[in-house]
C-alpha cells in the first residue's frame, strides 16, 4: 500500500531530491552497462568478421587478411546499415549527439526511440565493419534513449527531464572512457549547454557510476599509454603551442566542412543518379574498403594510429598522410550515413595533426624544444575540443585518456586557440553546425531557438475567447495576404508583427482547395509574453 502511494505520489508529483538522486544514480547503472555492452558488441562483431576481437589492434590485423576480404567487410558492412535506416528512420539518417541536444533543448529532454533503436544496430555494425567513425557518440544516444524512458514513465518536467539526460550521458561516456571528470562535463558543457548547480551533483555522481562499471571490466587504465617524460622543457616553446592551436582550429574546420561537403555531394549525386537511399552507405563501404586495402589505418576507431602517434612511432610524412585519408575517410562513412561519432576519428585527426606539427617545430628549434610526442598529445586535445566545442571537457578528457596531467599548460594553451578560431568559422561547433544545416538554430541560445518552440495555435486567441479579435478586421486582413498559418512558430511569426506593425495577425488554416479558413489571432503582446516567460524559465534553470 506505501509503496503503491508513494508510486503514485512520483509519477504525478515528480521526485524530490532525494528520489532524484536515487533515480540518477539508476540512469547512470544503467548507461554504464549499455556502453559496456555496445562496446562488448563491437568486439563480438568485429571478432567475426576480422578475426581479433582487439579493437586497438585492428589495422594491423587487417594487414594480414586478403585484399578481397578487406574490401567486401565494409560493403557487407554499409548494405546492412542502409536496410535498417531505409526501413526503421523516416529521413534515412542516423542519430547522434546532434539529435540529443536537439532533445535537451526542445524537446524536454526525450529522444526518439524507434529511429534510435535503429541507429544504435547501425553504429555498431559500422563500427565493427571498418567504418571510419567512433563509439562516442552512438552511446550517448543509447544513454539518452534510457533517460527518455524513465522521464516518459515518471512523467517528469523539462527540467528534470534533461537532468535526467545529463546524468545518463555523464554515465555513459564515464564507462567508454574511463573518464568521470570528463563525463560529467561533457554532459554539462556539449549536451545541457549550462553549468547550474542543481544539475552539477547528480551528474557526478552519474558519472562516477559509470567509471566504476568500467573499471569492473578493464581495470582502472587509461585508454594511451605515453612513454616516457612530456614535459614542457622551457618557457619559450609555449609560442609553438599557441601557432599549434591555430593549425588545429583549421585542421577541425577542415574535417567538418568536408564532412559537410561529401554529405550535400552524396545527396546531390544520389539524387540525379536516383539511387535508392538503402544504397548509400554500400557505396561509402565500398570506398572506404578500396582505401583500406592500401591503408588499413583509416578503419575502426583507430586508437592503435593515434598511439602510435603519442609515443612518436610515425615518421613526419607517415603522420601527414595519415592525418588526409582519416579526413577523406571520416567524411566517406559520415555523409555515407553509416554511424558512429567524430570524437574517435578527431582524437586520431589531432594526435596526427599535433606529431607533424612537433617534428618539423623540433627540427627547425632543437634547442628549445620538448619531446615532439607533446605536440602530438596536445594536438589531440586541440583538434577534439574545436570539433566537440567543448574546450573543457575535451582537455580533462585528454589527461584521463592518457593518465599525464604535467602537460597542462600547453594542452590548455592548443585547446583554448583551436576553439576560439574554429568556433568563428563554422557555427560553434560540428554538432551545432548539423543543427543548423537542420535549420534548427540553436548555436545562437535559447533566445533564438525558444521561439522555434512555440506554435501560433498554442497562443492565439480563438474567436468566442476574450479579447478576440475582430472577425471583419480579421477576414480583410486575409483577403490583403496579411496573416499566419497556424502550423507556423513564433520564429516565423514576430517578424511579421515587426514588418507590418500591427497589433495581431490572423490565424488560418488552409482548406482542401487550398483556402484560407480562419482559426483565431495572434496577439503581438501574447507572443511577447509567451516568449518572455521562456526566457525567464531559462534562465532560471541555468541559474539554478
Known amino acids: 500500500m506505501n509503496f503503491a502511494r ?30 559496456i555492452l555496445f562496446r562488448f558488441a563491437i568486439e563480438w562483431l568485429q571478432a567475426t568478421l576480422y578475426g581479433t576481437r582487439n579493437v586497438n589492434a585492428l589495422h594491423s590485423f587487417a594487414q594480414t587478411l586478403p585484399w578481397y576480404w578487406v574490401l567486401l567487410i565494409p560493403v557487407a558492412g554499409g548494405i546492412a546499415v542502409g536496410l535498417i535506416v531505409h ?52 552511446v550517448v544516444h543509447i544513454a539518452s534513449m534510457i533517460s527518455s524512458w524513465v522521464a516518459n514513465l515518471l512523467r517528469v518536467d523539462g527540467i528534470t527531464g534533461r537532468d535526467l539526460l545529463g546524468c545518463a550521458v555523464a554515465a555513459a561516456v564515464s564507462a567508454s572512457f574511463n573518464a568521470p571528470i570528463a563525463g560529467a562535463l561533457f554532459a554539462l558543457e556539449v549536451v545541457l549547454r549550462h553549468f547550474a548547480l542543481h544539475a552539477f551533483a547528480p551528474i557526478v555522481v552519474a558519472s562516477a557510476a559509470g567509471t566504476v562499471i568500467n573499471r569492473l571490466f578493464y581495470g582502472d587504465v587509461t585508454e594511451f599509454v605515453l612513454p616516457g617524460t612530456t614535459t614542457v622543457e622551457f618557457y619559450l616553446e609555449l609560442p609553438a603551442f599557441f601557432i599549434l592551436g591555430l593549425v588545429c582550429g583549421l585542421v577541425a574546420v577542415i574535417m567538418m566542412r568536408a ?33 583500406a586495402i592500401e591503408f588499413p589505418h583509416i578503419i575502426g576507431v583507430g586508437y592503435e594510429t593515434t598511439s602510435r602517434a603519442l609515443s612518436g612511432g610515425l615518421v613526419l610524412h607517415e603522420a601527414f598522410v595519415f592525418a588526409v585519408l582519416k579526413v577523406i575517410a571520416v567524411a566517406i562513412t559520415m555523409a555515407g550515413r553509416m554511424g558512429g561519432g567524430v570524437f574517435s576519428p578527431s582524437l586520431m585527426l589531432g594526435a596526427l595533426t599535433g606529431l607533424t606539427f612537433g617534428h618539423i617545430a623540433t627540427g627547425l628549434f632543437p634547442d628549445v624544444s620538448s619531446a615532439f610526442t607533446l605536440y602530438a598529445l596536445a594536438g589531440m586535445g586541440a583538434v577534439a575540443a574545436a570539433v566537440l566545442g567543448a574546450p573543457i571537457s575535451t582537455t580533462l578528457i585528454v589527461f584521463e585518456l592518457t593518465g599525464d596531467w604535467q602537460t597542462g599548460l600547453a594542452v590548455m594553451i592548443s585547446v583554448s586557440m583551436s576553439t576560439a578560431l574554429a568556433s568563428r568559422l563554422v557555427d560553434r561547433s560540428f554538432f551545432l553546425s548539423q543543427l543548423e544545416r537542420r535549420n534548427v538554430h540553436l548555436a545562437a541560445g535559447p533566445q533564438a531557438y525558444l521561439l522555434a518552440m512555440f506554435r501560433v495555435q498554442g497562443v492565439m486567441r480563438k474567436p468566442d475567447a476574450e479579447g478576440a479579435a475582430d472577425e471583419a478586421t480579421c477576414l480583410t486582413m486575409i483577403e490583403q495576404g496579411l496573416y499566419v498559418m497556424s502550423t507556423a512558430t513564433l520564429e516565423t511569426a514576430l517578424p511579421r508583427f515587426d514588418k507590418s506593425g500591427v497589433a495581431f495577425l490572423p490565424v488560418v488554416l488552409l482548406d482542401d482547395a487550398g483556402a484560407p479558413v480562419l482559426q483565431g489571432a495572434l496577439f503581438h503582446v501574447d507572443a511577447l509574453k509567451a516568449y518572455n516567460r521562456a526566457l525567464a524559465a531559462t534562465a532560471a534553470e541555468e541559474h539554478s
Open 87 to 138: 526501413f526503421f528512420t523516416p529521413d534515412g539518417r542516423v542519430r547522434s549527439v546532434a539529435d540529443v541536444i536537439e532533445g535537451a533543448a526542445l524537446n524536454d529532454g526525450r529522444v526518439e526511440k524507434k529511429a534510435g533503436i535503429a541507429s544504435a544496430l547501425c553504429s555498431w555494425i559500422t563500427l565493427s565493419t571498418g567504418g571510419s567513425t567512433g563509439r562516442e557518440g552512438p
Open 6 to 35: 508513494g508510486w503514485d505520489m512520483l509519477r504525478h508529483q515528480g521526485p524530490s531530491q532525494i528520489q532524484f538522486w536515487f533515480i540518477a544514480l539508476g540512469v547512470g547503472v544503467a548507461s554504464g552497462f549499455a556502453a
Open 259 to 291: 564532412i559537410f561537403f561529401a554529405d550535400d555531394f552524396e545527396s546531390s549525386l544520389q539524387s540525379r543518379l536516383g539511387l535508392p537511399r538503402w544504397l548509400r552507405p554500400a557505396v561509402a563501404g565500398l570506398l572506404l574498403g578500396a582505401i
